[in-house]
């Protein structure tokens, strides 16, 4: 099941501070906090004014750094990132952040996102002469702002990021400037906090509460901000104007529970996708109401509270295994399930039971769980999912599946609910959804991103647009 990795910049977390003397530390505890982004590998990029200096290693941010590291990385200013796990294009040299040495002035890269022109940006470069060190995608942008004729730096910065296509957050170190920038749709999240006097940069405003930093607000979509010891410029990129067009998925599956997206809590919004479900689906005869943890756990008690019928914990969870989507065969993948999730069979027992879960990707793991649960004696499994069929691939970081992998792609909901043997299965309306994550913008969808649902790509896709990579769940 391995395939060539080309683009490597899939759905990360990335985080940043200027202005703080133990920069290493809480970038540290940043990373911590956005550990459930990614988990094969991590790296801190610190300056301390007079140079760059990277720590980085592959695994947990736990197993990347210890004391000795980041007291040896001293410096007043750091980016940081922890990289998902990949199917074959691991390896130290793609861990980021990237730094670059050069005489003209280091730099670092760390990046969250997916870009849709990278292969042929990187063709381009390539045939003008530039050599590439890893297979991420990222170290594109870096060739681009060596190469761009435009000065000083800063407009050399901009130029480069204006040609990016697809979705980046995104930061830059230098020794004495840290640059972050957003795409123009704003497909990933980022948000910018204060810490006393420093400047404090997340993909989610989780990390800003494990270091007592204050949310500031979140990055807009376009936009470029420079931040040096004078203070925080802002900037836009260019001065196109384009949909505004979060991942709806970051408030289904992947952003933790106690962030907020463009001020809405993701706990919150969960709920609410969970009560819309029940709304959908009125009138349904059930005993019980339980969650997959941990991702389902919100909306199962809204669908709970909706509905009337109780929430109960059905299923349990091992922390000590990772996310499924570690295992790279499928094989294995199926091993991983069980050693992660376990029924409770006094709860489940003869019961008729609502599993909420919150998306079918290939429908392996709905198909385990719902057996798992009859294995225990469930009666009846309704299986309800917080998202609409997705149907289409995820061009921007995230998924990563082609269209043959996505069930729902090549299946009906009848033939889907028939493969993953539950008794009903129900997915979330695309309206349900928009009205669940309630965001405060006017935008068509709440300014979501809906392209794996409805295949309205917000950006223009090439035909060697390269998917993130093999998804492993
Ligand atoms: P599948 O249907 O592919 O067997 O598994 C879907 C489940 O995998 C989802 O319920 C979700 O919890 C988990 N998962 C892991 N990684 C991802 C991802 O990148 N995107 C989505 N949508 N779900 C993922
Ligand atoms: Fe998110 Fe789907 Fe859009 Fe990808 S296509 S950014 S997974 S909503
Ligand atoms: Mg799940």
Redesign the pocket.
């Known amino acids: 099941m391995f395939t060539e990795i080309r683009g490597l910049n899939e ?1 990360c977390g990335v985080f940043g501070i200027w202005g703080h003397t133990e920069s290493a530390q809480l970038s540290y505890y940043g990373l911590h906090a956005l550990q459930h982004r990614g988990q094969e590998g991590a790296g801190i990029v610190v300056t301390d004014g007079n140079s760059l200096r990277p720590v980085k290693g592959e695994g947990l941010v736990n197993d990347v750094f210890n004391e000795e590291k980041l007291r040896a990385a001293t410096g007043h200013a750091a980016i940081a990132h922890v990289r998902y796990p990949t199917a074959g294009g691991g390896g130290i040299e793609n861990v980021q952040p990237l730094l670059f040495r050069s005489s003209t002035g280091s730099l670092a890269i760390a990046h969250n996102g997916n870009l849709v022109n990278a292969n042929h940006l990187k063709q381009n470069l390539e045939r003008s002469g530039s050599i590439f060190n890893s297979t991420s995608d990222t170290e594109v942008v870096i060739h681009l702002i060596k190469k761009s004729s435009h000065s000083p730096f800063r407009a050399k910065v901009k130029n480069a990021l204006s040609l990016l296509k697809g979705a980046f957050a995104l930061m830059i170190l230098t020794k004495d400037m840290m640059i972050v920038a957003r795409d123009r749709n704003g497909l990933r999240p980022l948000s910018l906090g204060k810490l006393g006097d420093a400047w404090v940069v997340a993909s989610e405003t989780c990390a800003f509460d494990l270091i007592g930093a204050e949310y500031v607000r979140d990055v807009e979509p376009g936009e470029l901000l420079y931040i040096t010891n004078n203070g925080l410029e802002v900037d836009r990129i260019s001065d196109d104007i384009a949909p505004r067009a979060m991942c709806a ?1 970051e408030y ?3 952003a933790r529970p106690d962030s907020n997206i463009d001020t809405v809590n993701v706990h919150m919004a969960r709920k609410r996708m969970g009560r819309e479900l029940a709304r959908e689906v009125a009138g349904i005869e059930a005993d019980v109401v339980t969650g ?1 943890p941990d ?2 756990l919100s909306s199962a008690i809204g669908f709970a509270e909706e509905s009337g019928i109780p929430y109960e914990l059905g299923l349990i969870k091992n922390r000590y295994v990772g ?3 570690i295992q790279p065969t499928q094989e294995l ?1 199926e091993r991983g399930v069980k050693m992660k999730l376990s029924p409770v069979v006094q709860v489940v027992k003869g019961k008729r039971v609502i599993m909420v ?12 769980i719902v057996r798992m649960l009859k294995e225990a004696g469930a009666a009846e499994v309704h299986v309800m999912i917080t ?1 609409p069929p ?1 149907t289409n691939p995820c061009f921007y970081g ?4 082609t269209s043959e ?1 996505l ?1 729902a792609s090549s299946h009906s909901v009848e033939e889907i609910r028939e493969a993953i043997e539950a008794d009903t299965l129900t997915f979330l309306t695309p309206e349900g959804m928009v009205r669940a994550t309630a965001r405060p913008f006017d935008d068509e969808n709440g300014g979501l991103c809906m392209a794996c649902f409805t295949g309205n790509y917000p950006t223009e896709i090439f035909s060697d647009t390269v998917l993130p990579h093999e ?3």
């Open positions: 759905e998925m289904v599956y992947f997959v991702s389902s996310r499924t989507f993948r879960d919150d998306s079918i990707v290939r429908g392996t793991t709905s198909k385990r998202s997705m995230i998924d990563t599946s992998q069930i998804k492993e769940c």
